[in-house]
């Protein structure tokens, strides 16, 4: 995970850039709240940026309350993640975001997460199978909005992962901050907690007793149904009116 996280940008390396990748990655919870950043040395080298570049998007992020720097012996820059996150910005991107280009993203989730359950049932150990299974409770038992974002991310990143896949792990930390974080926004209609985690645990047992085509099918339906719920939330607050593209099936 920390490997799909800290990997060199593909563009040419814009504060705003790294920005946006720590902060989804505090979003998602890949980074937890009092983590310890690395060095701006190390950080700028892992990212692909120069250390200027580096310390501009440290700057922005300390503004908005993602990043504490502490001076002295023991300082450093430090997480500071909040319990949830601003909600009226992923409001705002539900509200600007076409049917069409949430069904474009559906798309391509369904061919990453598709892939990494069939291969995650080749290949998950015995640990991951845990993780997956101890995640599903994590969802079951979170209350309030950055909570279910991030162990309803982090099981589907922890799927990517035991696909044993670098690439299908990257694309899934960008697909789960573009389309989770609005699943869970408090507006109606709202997503059944217990679907959610029921989808989940059918997909972690079909991983866990290595049925690859079970699975696969399993996290494709999942990912169908979310763009359902997404896309009925869109509607409901743009009251179904302007939005080329309504048409999901």
């Known amino acids: 995970m920390r490997a799909a996280l800290i990997?060199?940008?593909?563009?040419?390396?814009?504060?705003?850039?790294?920005?946006?990748?720590?902060?989804?990655?505090?979003?998602?919870?890949?980074?937890?709240?009092?983590?310890?950043?690395?060095?701006?040395?190390?950080f700028a080298d892992q990212l692909g940026v120069s250390p200027m570049t580096l310390r501009e998007a440290l700057a922005i992020l300390r503004q908005q309350g993602l990043v504490e720097t502490l001076r002295g012996r023991n300082g450093g820059s430090f997480v500071r993640r909040p319990e949830d996150p601003p909600l009226a910005p992923l409001e705002e991107r539900l509200r600007s975001t076409t049917v069409s280009e949430l069904r474009d993203l559906a798309d391509e989730q369904?061919?990453?997460?598709?892939?990494?359950?069939?291969l995650a049932a080749e290949r998950a150990s015995a640990?991951?199978?845990r993780r997956l299974l101890h995640l599903v409770e994590q969802l079951a038992a979170a209350k309030g909005v950055g909570a279910r974002?991030?162990?309803?991310?982090r099981f589907h990143l922890e799927v990517a992962m035991a696909s044993q896949s670098e690439r299908l792990t990257r694309l899934e930390v960008s697909l789960q901050a573009e389309l989770t974080a609005l699943l869970w926004l408090p507006l109606e209609p709202q997503p059944v907690l217990e679907d959610v985690v029921a989808e989940h645990h059918a997909i972690a047992v079909a991983i866990a007793e290595e049925?690859?085509?079970?699975?696969?099918?399993?996290?494709?339906?999942?990912?169908?149904?979310n763009?359902?719920?997404?896309?009925?939330?869109?509607?409901?607050?743009?009251g179904g009116l302007g939005r080329e593209g309504s048409d999901v099936s």
């Open 110 to 118: 369904l061919a990453v997460s598709g892939t990494a359950a069939r």
């Open 149 to 153: 974002i991030r162990a309803d991310s």
């Open 7 to 42: 990997s060199p940008l593909n563009a040419r390396g814009r504060a705003e850039e790294v920005v946006e990748r720590i902060s989804r990655a505090i979003l998602l919870g890949l980074l937890v709240d009092g983590e310890q950043l690395p060095t701006e040395a190390e």
């Open 127 to 129: 640990a991951n199978v």
């Open 211 to 225: 049925d690859g085509e079970r699975a696969r099918n399993l996290a494709e339906r999942h990912v169908e149904r």
């Open 227 to 238: 763009l359902r719920r997404i896309v009925e939330m869109h509607l409901g607050v743009t």
